[in-house]
């Protein structure tokens, strides 16, 4: 059965009434796929490279938010709908399965339908955690992450990491732009969960420091510089809905 996602009292819940068709739910802040279009996501955008390597989402929701308040803020509204609607809404096309990695809010976070996974590391242990349960829950060989607070993502991010990835034989690419590496912006092969687990199980949890360990392939988007703005604090939520970025 079909579910659309409604605001209720500051919350979100499940809504059959509002869906119309097979594949899509009109909601009170936008549209949203429930699930990706028959055939899996936009072969013009995430399939470049291997057509036949399958590629699961993987939206990193699990932090503190401790710089806005200690608020969940994927679910903070931006531009009338939470800022994970907007992440999905780019993110979701470009891959085969949406994995949400969330440590609170859960019923809210599902309700976006999609599966929620808590990390296996308790005390909010940072992207690296989330990124080992998504590994670890994943259906496809590679895991594509993105954060929950990066509404202007590139449409072509999947597709520019895969084939860099596939022309240069490595474990792992990384987005960046000019010298600033965007480590949450990454594909990276599931095959090395066990890798990660045996890093986390050391008491490591510095993503740069595991990706020293593989061979990675850094991945320019200068052409793309805004699209990797994210949002951090209130300030800036509501500096970026007065004058968003130019993607």
């Known amino acids: 059965q079909m579910f659309a996602v409604v605001a209720t009292e500051g919350r979100l819940v499940f809504s059959p009434q509002s869906c119309f068709s097979r594949s899509r739910c009109i909601l009170p802040y936008g549209e949203l796929l429930y699930p990706p279009p028959s055939g899996g996501r936009d072969r013009g955008r995430g399939g470049a490279g291997n057509a036949m390597t399958k590629i699961t989402g993987l939206i990193l929701a699990g932090g ?22 907007h992440v999905l809404t780019r993110i979701q096309p470009q891959v085969d399965e949406i994995l949400i990695n969330a440590n ?45 607070d990066s509404p202007f993502l590139p ?28 480590p949450v912006f990454c594909l990276v092969k599931t095959s090395l969960a066990p890798h990660l687990q045996t890093f986390l199980e050391s008491g490591q949890r510095k993503i740069d420091k595991w990706y020293a360990t593989l061979k990675i392939v850094e ?10 703005s994210n949002i951090n604090t209130i300030d800036e939520l509501k500096s970026f809905e007065q004058s968003p970025p130019q993607i």
């Open 64 to 85: 503190r938010g401790s710089r806005m308040g200690s608020v969940d803020k994927g679910l903070q509204f931006f531009n009338g709908k939470p800022m994970v609607a």
């Open 219 to 228: 991945v320019q988007f200068d052409d793309e510089e805004a699209a990797f």
């Open 155 to 182: 449409l072509d991010l999947i597709a520019r990491l895969s084939a860099a990835m596939q022309k240069s034989n490595t474990d792992l690419a990384v987005a960046k732009t000019f010298d600033q590496p965007h």
């Open 104 to 148: 609170r809010s859960i019923a809210e976070y599902a309700a976006f339908g999609h599966r929620v996974i808590p990390d296996a590391i308790d005390g909010f242990a940072g992207p690296l955690a989330g990124l080992h349960i998504g590994m670890t829950h994943a259906a496809h060989p590679l895991v594509a992450t993105v954060p929950c």
